[in-house]
């Protein structure tokens, strides 16, 4: 008798990693996209002779084009398909930063960077990897949350201090130069790479059961992507806990974007620190960030969500209330712990929040949901941005914004407690319960 052996094959990777690979990238890249801004305002300011109020108000537009592009982006991504709407959100970044390089007047400045850089990285926000996440994972999904969300600090810890290199030596240009050369690259090789849905290469989502998985009904055919995002809207702020999510997240993008992404930079150069130093330390929250964040969608998936933004929103109140005498020209041992401190709280807000996004509302309209709410959370920079840069020019320093940001979060902190524990999956928002 002979034995017959059967080769062994190995299992291949599921292919959600893959497209989870080609969203991150995009995401990263879209958030150091935007954050080149605040590295870029003293730059030009020195070269056109811009107030500080001028240059704060083209970031002000940039964020809240950004968080406003977000539902709509959602709702386009469900339409469309996300794979056309982020190859062309990329094409119109490349487009926007290159034609700063021939801009005159302020004017141009806000549109370039308020419309056109806010509109093309708005709809490679979050929103984005909430869509790629809902769509392709079953399993793990608060993990890759984690770590799509960590994406926005792993941009900043990859191009800032090159573009703080860039913009405070050979010139701002280089640097808005090179922001639209890479957006250029990626373009394409998002499009190659990128895929819609599962079902489009035969799969089902990572962890799925064939058993009782049910695909989620595609969105009404003959209602736009704008008409979508409306309605999900309207028919969510019927319920508290969507505007809680508004609030909180609202100080959340007060307290990052706004004030510390934004404002960082100038804020310690007042003390005397050099931008490029300052901006390394922008970029070692990102490296602190990146592990904050995995670790809270590792949470995210174990623990009370309300609880986790409890803690995050009000640490991260506490540590703003003492970075006005933790600046200084040198980075002391006081100043690191705040950066250290400050970058795992960073973005840790987003995985709970995505899956409060998920958990109320159901999962076919979760990710446009979470539109709007991110949408609060840029228009929250946005003032922040306007808010810390008057406060410079009127005042002379910022400490009235650091502690206006302090306060906001621990009020924040404690409205997540009033949200109740009440869950509801893939479920139209008519049948969420209203409170």
């Known amino acids: 008798m002979t034995a017959t052996i059967e080769p ?24 150091a996209f935007r954050s080149t801004t605040g590295v870029m305002l003293e730059p030009l ?10 240059t704060s108000f083209a970031v002000t537009l940039n964020l809240m084009v950004y968080g406003l592009t977000a539902p709509f982006a959602a709702a386009l991504m469900e339409r469309f398909g996300v794979r056309r709407v982020a190859t062309i959100a990329l094409a119109l970044v490349s487009v926007a930063m290159t034609a700063t390089l021939f801009m005159q007047t302020a004017w141009q400045l806000w549109l370039l960077w308020g419309f056109g850089v806010g509109i093309g990285t708005g709809a490679l926000a979050l929103v984005f990897g909430a ?9 793990r999904r608060g993990l890759v949350t984690g770590v799509f969300s960590a994406a926005s600090s792993t941009g900043q810890l990859v191009f800032l201090p090159a573009v703080a290199y860039l913009a405070n030596g050979p010139g ?26 599962p079902a489009d290469v035969g799969l089902l989502p990572y962890g799925a059961d064939p058993a009782t998985y049910v695909e ?8 736009s992507a704008a008409g979508f995002a409306v309605r999900v809207l309207r028919e969510s702020a019927r319920s508290r806990v969507f505007w809680i999510l508004m609030v909180t997240f609202w100080i959340c993008g007060w307290s990052t974007n706004g004030l510390i992404g934004t404002h960082f930079v100038p804020a310690a150069h007042d003390h005397g620190m050099p931008a490029t130093t300052s901006a390394g330390l922008l970029a070692l929250v990102g490296i602190f960030d990146i592990l904050g964040t995995v670790a809270s969608g590792w949470l995210t998936d174990r623990v009370d969500s309300r609880y986790l933004l409890f803690a995050y929103y009000g640490l991260r109140g506490l ?23 400050y970058g795992l709280d960073w973005v840790a807000t987003v995985p709970p929040t995505v899956a409060l996004c998920r958990q109320h509302f159901g ?13 609060s959370h840029m228009i929250g920079a946005g003032v922040a941005a306007s808010f810390a840069g008057f406060v410079r020019q009127q005042a002379g320093d910022y400490f009235a914004a650091w502690m206006t940001a302090g306060g906001l979060c621990l009020g924040a902190a404690a409205l997540c407690l009033l949200m109740p524990r009440h869950r509801v999956e893939n479920v139209d928002t008519t049948t969420t319960a209203q409170m």
Request: no cysteine; proline share 5%; hydrophobic share 60%.
């Open 216 to 223: 989620p009904a595609p969105t009404r055919g003959g209602e």
């Open 45 to 54: 300011e020195a070269d056109f002779g811009w107030s500080r109020a001028t």
């Open 8 to 31: 062994r094959t190995r299992p291949r990777l599921h292919r959600a990693w893959w497209v989870a690979g080609v969203t991150l990238l995009g995401l990263i890249s879209a958030a």
């Open 131 to 139: 869509v790629v996440a809902n769509r392709w994972f079953e399993a």
């Open 363 to 375: 999962l076919q309209r979760s990710s446009v949901v979470f539109g709007w709410v991110y949408a």
């Open 319 to 341: 540590s703003l209330l003492v970075v006005p005498w933790v600046l200084a020209a040198t980075v002391k041992p006081s100043l690191f712990v705040f950066i250290v401190f």
């Open 172 to 197: 701002w240009q280089w640097a808005a130069g090179l922001v639209g050369a890479f957006a250029l690259v990626l373009a394409p090789l998002t499009w190659w790479l990128l895929r819609d849905h």
